[in-house]
C-alpha cells in the first residue's frame, strides 16, 4: 500500500476526516456541475470526491481511496474543528511563530515543509479564535479550517510534513484553552441580542450546523475527555443563548440528551451545563433541577 493511503486511512481510523488539495496547496478546482450549482447546493452532502475543498473530507475508507487513486499528485490534507475532534495549532516561525514550550504542551506534532510546527491537540469543544491570543505567527485551525498532512510534501521548499516524536494527540492544558477563546464581545446592548448573528468559525454560518457540531463533539468524546468535552460544549451552547439562538430550557434537553447518549450520568450532566453556563455568564434559569 502506498504510504500516503496508509497515512490517510490511519488518519481516517482515528476520526480525522482527510481530502485532497492540489500540489500548491490550493483547494482542487470543483467539477463542472458543482462550479456552475447555485447556492442551495449542498456542499457538506455533495457526493463529488474533491470538489469544495475541506467540505469533501470523509473518514470513509473507499472514498478515500478513490480519491487518492483519482489524484496521485494530490496533497493529504486534514479537515480540522469538531468534525474531526482536533484544534491544530499552527506554528510559522517565518510570521514570528515560536514554540512556547510553557504553554504549548506536548501532543501529536508536524514538522511542516516549511520549517514550521502543526500542534495536533484535541478540539476542546466552543468557539475558538483564528488566532492564538498573545503568540503573533501563530495561527488556529478549528471549524472552517484545514492542515496539509504528512507525507505531503510542502511545494515551495520540496520538503516533507513529517510528524515528530510519538506523542497521542492530548488535551489542551486550561490555559492554552483560554488562550484559544474568541475575544470577549465587547457589551452588546439588548436590543440588538434578539437577531443571532452566529459565527463560531468560519464553515459554520448557521445555528443549527453550530448546535449539532457541538452535539456531535459530545457523542463522540473518548472516554476519559467526555466530562470536558460537554462543558466545553455547555460553553458554546451557553453563548448561543446569549446570542438569542435558541432558548436555556432547549439548550438543556440537547445537552442532556447528548450527555445520557454518550453515556455520561446526569449528575455530571448537570454540574458540566451549570458550569459551562456560569463561565459564560449565562444565566441559569431555566435549567431543570
Ligand atoms: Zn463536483
Ligand atoms: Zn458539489
Not at 488562550?179 to 448573528?197: D, F
Not at 443563548?241 to 447528548?258: F, K, P, R, Y
Request: net charge positive; with cysteine; proline share 9%.
Amino acid at each position: 500500500m502506498d504510504t500516503r493511503l496508509r497515512a490517510a486511512l490511519a488518519l481516517a481510523e482515528q476520526g480525522r476526516h482527510v481530502f485532497l488539495l492540489g500540489r500548491t496547496k490550493r483547494p482542487m478546482a470543483n467539477c463542472p456541475p458543482c462550479r456552475t450549482a447555485g447556492p442551495r447546493h449542498d456542499r457538506e452532502s455533495c457526493a463529488c470526491l474533491t470538489c469544495h475543498g475541506f467540505y469533501a473530507a470523509t473518514t470513509d475508507p473507499h472514498r478515500i481511496a478513490a480519491m487518492l487513486t483519482g489524484h496521485p499528485a494530490g496533497l493529504l490534507a486534514i479537515r480540522t474543528g469538531t468534525v474531526s475532534g482536533l484544534l491544530v495549532v499552527d506554528i510559522d516561525p517565518r510570521n514570528g511563530g515560536r514554540l512556547d514550550l510553557a504553554l504549548m504542551a506536548p501532543t501529536a506534532t508536524v514538522a511542516t515543509g516549511g520549517d514550521g510546527w502543526h500542534l495536533h491537540y484535541a478540539h476542546p469543544g466552543g468557539p475558538t479564535a483564528a488566532k492564538l491570543t498573545g503568540c503573533p505567527g501563530v495561527d488556529l485551525k478549528g471549524d472552517g479550517g484545514y492542515v496539509v498532512a504528512p507525507p505531503s510534501i510542502h511545494p515551495g521548499t520540496r520538503r516533507p510534513y513529517r510528524w515528530v516524536g510519538d506523542w497521542p494527540v492530548n488535551e489542551m492544558p486550561p490555559p492554552l484553552v483560554a488562550a484559544c477563546r474568541p475575544a470577549p464581545a465587547t457589551a452588546v446592548p439588548p436590543s440588538t441580542r434578539a437577531t443571532p448573528t452566529l459565527t463560531g468559525g468560519e464553515g459554520i454560518s448557521s445555528p443549527a450546523a453550530l448546535l449539532q457540531a457541538h452535539l456531535a463533539a459530545v457523542a463522540r468524546a473518548p472516554e476519559g475527555r467526555r466530562r470536558t468535552t460537554l462543558y466545553g460544549a455547555a460553553r458554546g451552547i451557553a453563548r448561543m443563548v446569549a446570542a438569542g439562538a435558541l432558548t436555556t430550557t432547549d439548550a438543556h434537553t440537547a445537552l442532556t440528551d447528548a450527555g445520557r447518549s454518550a453515556g455520561q450520568a446526569d449528575r455530571d450532566i448537570r454540574a458540566a451545563i451549570l458550569g459551562g453556563f456560569r463561565a459564560e455568564n449565562v444565566a441559569t434559569e431555566g435549567i431543570a433541577a
